[in-house]
């Protein structure tokens, strides 16, 4: 007797290893046959998966679902992916540790990449309590984060850590991982990210190689270009043992464009040295972020509120100016015509470039761009077409990348936005676009890149794989079909073909319908500190 019993499909395991038919039993959370199921099992539910695909859930290595999955535990935009698990905590953005006194300021940093919440926790057990009170329809696995590890030592400073504050940064980052956490990331081009210096980083990176636990970075805006940020990375891995995943690999120069394979030359010949380190990579050529980020770093110490005091000196705000003349990240040229206004509270500029706001409004781009980040602060955000196709498909199909998001899980319905589409279509693109339509990876490699290789990344053993005894978060899936559909400056819609998605042993979503289940669990990390393997495991 089982709960569920998948028949006649085409079963990818995640390993890496050859498609083959068969059949899947589900019994409670966990997968407790696989191969043929004799005829006469019964089950509380049959599905029936001839001509489809079946394989783990999706785990989406790099999110900023923090704070959106305590706004709507449902995920929506994700579970329709087939996405069974958020990592969240990217890009030094993390909900977890909180500071009482400075409680204001971890809001405004946590704006620029999640959803404009004031957390009511401290801690990593405080802020799964909060995700658990909301309940949630998938798992979620979080990082701390450099960003508000800094917040919570020192607020908003431009400045080096003291040794005290490092100190501090260094017993919260082991206290988060003790809770579970499977990681820290960084943000050095955000703020106050990017305000630590190198020793600083090496420092916190330390504390996780001790409890092998991984190091995520959006890496520094390094001249002359992206091979000096790689090789930042590749220098943390190289002098504290950690494993390093570099988040969102790209080539946002336009006078870099197709030269992808030199940076994976970097990381090949790193890997060959000895040193772990890997990336993630989302499926478009474009980015996303809040449009501060591009500011200059100076203007925005202290936060927001300081940022907006700044801009009313006359000298400063000439001195910002002419500092954004010189480009944005080390001298990337604003392309205005690339810059697309996709979220804003009021929904001000929604779809329309810097560049046709800057005419509309009679008023110089530069001058615009302050005047948004003063109304707006963190919470207006943009999409930058900075990337090339050449490049982006090069990353998809190396060895050494997997795929994550760079995206949040939020409802389809937006009423003041237009979201990047990687918030809703990444993981079918890869499969619909890049494996079944280009063919730039097999199908096989695709679902590995998303399933078992993050899972193994994380430190998590009982999730990533069809096998017995695994936690049962499943995807069913028409190869033939899936693709994504959301647009560029056009309002989501949601992919095709992902027919049935089922998270820790129930269905969440069939033929495109959301059911009542909430069985996602927060994940935590054993530290391989224990005398216990470090393995997944959830409250």
């Not at 890496?16 to 409670?28: E, F, Q």
């Not at 994504?484 to 056009?490: A, C, L, V, Y």
Request: glycine share 10%; hydrophobic share 40%; aromatic share 6%.
């Amino acid at each position: 007797m089982f709960d569920v019993i998948i028949r006649n499909a085409t079963l990818i395991d995640g390993s890496g290893g050859p498609a083959r038919t068969g059949d899947l039993g589900i019994t409670g959370d966990r997968i407790t046959a696989i191969g043929t199921i004799a005829t006469e099992a019964t089950a509380v539910r049959t599905i029936d998966a001839a001509g489809r695909v079946v394989c783990p859930g999706f785990i989406d290595i790099h999110t900023h679902s923090d704070l959106t999955l305590i706004e709507d535990g449902i995920g929506e935009s994700k579970l329709r992916q087939g996405v069974t698990t958020e990592v969240v905590g990217n890009c030094s953005f993390a909900a977890f540790p909180i500071e009482p006194e400075r409680l204001d300021l971890h809001a405004d940093h946590l704006a620029r990449a999640t959803a404009p919440i004031t957390p009511w926790w401290t801690d990593f057990d405080g802020y799964a309590d909060a995700l658990n009170e909301r309940g949630l329809a998938i798992n979620v696995a979080p990082l701390a984060g450099h960003g508000t590890l800094r917040v919570a030592a020192m607020g908003v400073d431009e400045r080096p850590a003291t040794a005290d504050e490092l100190s501090r940064m260094e017993r919260d980052l082991d206290r988060a991982l003790e809770q579970g956490a499977f990681g820290m990331s960084t943000g050095l081009t955000h703020v106050p990210s990017s305000y630590g210096d190198f020793d600083e980083v090496a420092a916190l990176a330390r504390v996780l190689a001790s409890h092998g636990a991984l190091y995520a970075t959006h890496a520094r805006a390094i001249a002359p270009d992206e091979r000096a940020s790689v090789a930042e990375a590749i220098e943390i891995g190289r002098r504290t043992g950690v494993t390093v995943e570099f988040s969102h690999l790209a080539i946002n120069r336009p006078d870099r464009w197709g030269h992808g394979a030199e940076l994976l030359a970097m990381f090949d010949a790193a890997r060959d040295e000895g040193i772990d380190i890997f990336f993630d990579v989302y499926p478009y050529v474009a980015s996303s972020s809040s449009l501060t980020q591009y500011l200059p770093p100076w203007l925005q110490a202290g936060g927001t509120e300081a940022m907006r005091a700044r801009l009313e000196d006359p000298d400063q705000r000439q001195r910002a100016l002419a500092d954004m003349a010189e480009g944005w990240f080390g001298g990337i040229p604003w392309l205005w015509d690339r810059f697309v206004v996709s979220s804003c509270p009021d929904g001000y500029g929604i779809t329309k470039t810097l560049e046709e706001l800057s005419d509309s409004e009679g008023i110089e781009p530069y001058e615009l761009t302050l005047q948004l980040c003063e109304r707006y602060g963190n919470e207006l955000q943009v999409v930058l077409f900075y990337r090339s196709e050449e490049d982006v498909a090069k990353f998809v199909a190396h060895p050494l990348s997997v795929i994550g998001s760079d995206g949040n899980a939020i409802p389809l319905e937006q009423p003041t936005a237009c979201p990047h589409p990687r918030n809703f279509g990444t993981f079918p693109r890869v499969l619909g676009m890049y494996a079944r339509d280009e063919g730039v990876l097999d199908l096989v490699d695709a679902v590995r890149k998303m399933t078992a290789e993050p899972a193994r990344r994380l430190g998590l053993t009982d999730r990533g794989t069809l096998t017995v005894g695994a936690v049962a978060d499943v995807v069913v899936f028409d190869p033939a079909t899936v693709i994504d559909n959301s647009e560029f400056g056009q309002r989501a819609e949601p992919p095709t073909g992902i027919d049935v998605v089922i998270v820790c042993g129930r269905v969440v979503l069939e033929d495109g319908t959301i059911g009542h289940d909430r069985p996602g669990q927060v994940l935590r990390r054993l530290s391989s500190r224990s005398s216990v393997p470090s393995v997944g495991s959830a409250d």
